[in-house]
Each structure stands twice: as C-alpha cells, then as structure tokens.
T-cell receptor
Framework: DAKTTQPPSMDCAEGRAANLPCNHSTISGNEYVYWYRQIHSQGPQYIIH???NNETNEMASLIITEDRKSSTLILPHATLRDTAVYYCIVYGQNFVFGPGTRLSVLP | DTAVSQTPKYLVTQMGNDKSIKCEQN?????MYWYKQDSKKFLKIMFS???????INETVPNRFSPKSPDKAHLNLHINSLELGDSAVYFC???????????????FGPGTRLTVL
C-alpha cells in the first residue's frame, strides 16, 4: 500500500502556481519523497525528489516540512500541458504508486 | 534517442494464448522493472531485475515471467492469458539496484494489452 495521502483532484488556472500537497506521516528517516506525473496514459515522468531539504529544478520545486511528514510540489507557472495525474511516492525499497492527484489546468 | 522503449504499443489476443512484450533501455542502467496499470489506473510493480537479483511481487501469477537476454533488455512473457490480464504494462529502468538512493526510474511508453 502507498504510504502517502493526496487529494484526488485539483484545479489550477493557467499561468498560476499549482501547489500539490502530500501527507506521508509514517516516512522513515532514510526514505526519499519522489514526485512523478502521468499525462494521459503515457509512461510516468520523473519530476523531482528530496530527502530533507527543499529542492528545485527546471520543472518544479519540492517543499518538505521540517518533520518530513508532508510535502508540497509547486509548479510555478502551470500550463495546459501540465494537466496530468501527479504521484507522490515515499521511496524506500520500491516505488509504490497511490491513486495520485488529478491536476486540471484551466485556460 | 528513446531512453526506454517497448514493443508492441498495442497487443490484442485471445484467452489462452502466450505472448511477449519487449523492453529496451539505452541509459546504461543497472535495474529494470515491469509495472501493471489496470483499468482503475493503479500502477503496481510486478518485477525488479538486475544482473544479480530478480525480485518478484508475490501477487504476480507465475504465468508471468521476465527474461533478460542482456543488461539493456527485459522482456515480459505471459502464458495462458486471461481476461484479467488486460491492462497497460510499463517497463522502467533505474541507474542502481532497488532500494538504492538517488534512483529515479525512467518509464517506457507502455503496452496496452487486450485479452478477448
């Protein structure tokens, strides 16, 4: 079973920041938080990952709380092409995908 | 320049047949995986495999078997296909073994299997 909890769906206006929350209250000290997304039944696409510190790359930013029990993926300027299912994964031994959050970016 | 490729993209077959799905990665990764995504869209790992170790999800029927001719390929063989095997199957690879840190997985485009 997935060790994460995400809202089933969210909407975001095009050009605005999309903030996707994830709860992982049972995360262990050596487990990473990974984010993937899946666009319309394509293969899942890696976005970003982190352990303790906040991370940023060309796609997104990842904010992890100090107690590591939750995190937020931020897409700074969402576009229509960011419409997808976003998966938050606690990675220890394997990637266990939950149902994710279906993000709809609206024009 | 496709990193992880799968063939075929679509596969339609009759119950009871035996079929194979091929996967190739050109990333030089050590570990490859097979996932199944059913009609409810849940993505579940079936196997992880590197040169040393095959890890099987215990829920996978033994009709499913991965075969790796070399490090860059991991094919999925399915015997005696059943209706419930209809799903999208994704291959993936990662640079290190399962459980290693900094081990992001790269996924193929998927193979949609339909069993009639």
């Amino acid at each position: 079973d997935a060790k994460t909890t995400q809202p089933p769906s969210m909407d975001c206006a095009e050009g605005r920041a999309a903030n996707l929350p994830c709860n992982h209250s049972t995360i262990s000290g050596n487990e990473y938080v990974y984010w993937y997304r899946q666009i319309h039944s394509q293969g899942p696409q890696y976005i970003i990952h982190g352990l303790k510190n906040n991370e940023t790359n060309e796609m997104a930013s990842l904010i992890i709380t100090e107690d590591r029990k939750s995190s937020t993926l931020i897409l700074p300027h969402a576009t229509l092409r960011d419409t997808a299912v976003y998966y938050c994964i606690v990675y220890g031994q394997n990637f266990v995908f939950g149902p994710g959050t279906r993000l709809s970016v609206l024009p | 320049d496709t990193a992880v490729s799968q063939t075929p993209k679509y596969l339609v077959t009759q119950m009871g047949n035996d079929k194979s799905i091929k996967c190739e990665q050109n990333l030089g990764h050590d570990t490859m995986y097979w996932y199944k995504q059913d009609s409810k869209k849940f993505l579940k790992i079936m196997f992880s495999y590197n040169n040393k170790e095959l890890i099987i999800n215990e829920t996978v029927p033994n009709r499913f078997s991965p075969k790796s001719p070399d490090k860059a390929h991991l094919n999925l063989h399915i015997n005696s296909l059943e209706l419930g095997d209809s799903a999208v199957y994704f291959c993936a690879s990662s640079p290190r073994g399962a459980g290693a840190p900094y081990n992001e997985q790269f996924f193929g485009p998927g193979t949609r299997l339909t069993v009639l």
